[in-house]
């Protein structure tokens, strides 16, 4: 059965970092694309970042050009999402989500979200002023 699980979220002062964990079951780790998502109530999904898995190819959002670092653990099954200097603006339910199997030279990216067939339940952060 294939899962992703997140965890890390927490209540994080403002300026601090911390680190999100996406650990990941039933499927060929490296087949994969993983991207990681951001809910806000009351706005849309937003695309954060995605790193094929292999390849190591990654990809970030608008929002998340300058802050925030992709990674993955090979021995772990495990991708990560650093996020650096915290603002109130990265408050949100963090989503990881996997893609795949990808073909051979195929780049992730972030939309649609039906290209990432499953998702975790979540991890929230707060930030705090």
């Known amino acids: 059965e294939v899962q992703l699980v997140e965890s890390g979220g927490t209540l994080v002062q403002a300026g601090g970092s911390l680190r999100l964990s996406c650990a990941t079951f039933g499927f060929t780790f490296d087949d994969y694309a993983i991207g990681w998502f951001r809910q806000v109530p009351g706005k849309e999904r937003e695309g954060i970042s995605c790193i094929n898995n292999g390849d190591n190819y990654t990809f970030y959002g608008d929002s998340a050009k300058d802050r925030f670092t992709i990674s993955s653990d090979y021995a772990k099954l495990s991708v990560y999402l650093q996020v650096d200097n915290l603002k109130s603006e990265d408050a949100g339910v963090y989503y990881c989500?996997?893609?795949?199997?990808?073909?051979?030279?195929?780049?992730?990216?972030?939309?649609?979200?039906?290209?990432?067939?499953?998702w975790g339940r979540g991890t929230e952060v707060a930030v705090s002023s």
């Open positions: 989500a996997a893609s795949g199997p990808r073909r051979s030279g195929h780049k992730c990216y972030l939309y649609p979200f039906d290209v990432y067939a499953y």
